[in-house]
T-cell receptor, first 114, second 113 residues
Framework: GENVEQHPSTLSVQEGDSAVIKCTYS??????FPWYKQELGKGPQLIID?????GEKKDQRIAVTLNKTAKHFSLHITETQPEDSAVYFC?????????????FGKGITLSVRP | SQTIHQWPATLVQPVGSPLSLECTVE??????LYWYRQAAGRGLQLLFY??????ISSEVPQNLSASRPQDRQFILSSKKLLLSDSGFYLC????????????FGSGTQLSVL
């Protein structure tokens, strides 16, 4: 089965700086890679996703890049703000697999220092 | 628009007591429904998923069970809670051909004492 790993488990950046969060996956058949943001005491919310037929996707201050050869994908947040502080989860799935389900990483806690 | 409701938000239960957590979805039909558990400092563990009324798949052996009595209702239960059942429980739904995008509820923080 799929195995998704996130490193490190915590990341601290200064407000205004960029943050990059990396994930690796094991199943070369995976072709859908979403990122979720979870604020304290709330459920995770989808913030951006990418499919394997593209290498990069951008939405305002956030972007996701995918390297299929190396089997890793990254979340990039530019001009970080205190409200970006949260736990970020990456995930992977094979959207063509029977009853495809997302496999999540363990999450990374991002702290943006004002 | 679609919304997902999950309750209660917090719950403190003694060991050995029963459990019932409820989740309902509005604004969509025939969704896939999921129960996840999030232990402190750990990721999201899929417990159950359902593709239709009465259809439940269990991902991990455990002390919990799930039921789907109606199309948009998903219930997580236990007859006797264990200390290890403590955690943050999340209900989620997905729809579409490939069920990619998961939409999570606000979660229930369960403490078993």
């Amino acid at each position: 089965g799929e195995n998704v790993e996130q490193h490190p488990s915590t990341l601290s950046v200064q407000e205004g700086d960029s943050a990059v969060i990396k994930c690796t996956y094991s199943d070369s058949a995976s072709n859908y890679f979403p990122w979720y943001k979870q604020e304290l005491g709330k459920g995770p919310q989808l913030i951006i996703d990418i499919r394997s037929n593209v290498g990069e996707k951008k939405d305002q201050r956030i972007a996701v890049t995918l390297n299929k050869t190396a089997k890793h994908f990254s979340l990039h947040i530019t001009e970080t703000q205190p409200e970006d502080s949260a736990v970020y989860f990456c995930a992977a799935s094979n959207r063509y697999g029977a009853n495809s389900k997302l496999t999540f990483g363990k999450g990374i806690t991002l702290s943006v220092r004002p | 628009s679609q919304t997902i409701h999950q309750w209660p938000a917090t719950l403190v239960q003694p060991v050995g007591s029963p459990l019932s957590l409820e989740c309902t979805v509005e604004g969509t039909s025939n969704p896939n429904l999921y129960w996840y558990r999030q232990a402190a400092g750990r990721g999201l563990q899929l417990l159950f998923y359902s593709v239709g009324i009465g259809q439940i798949s269990s991902e991990v052996p455990q002390n919990l069970s799930a039921s789907r009595p109606q199309d948009r209702q998903f219930i997580l239960s236990s007859k006797k809670l264990l200390l290890s059942d403590s955690g943050f429980y999340l209900c989620a739904w997905a729809t579409g051909n490939f069920n990619e995008k998961l939409f999570f509820g606000s979660g229930t923080q369960l403490s078993v004492l």
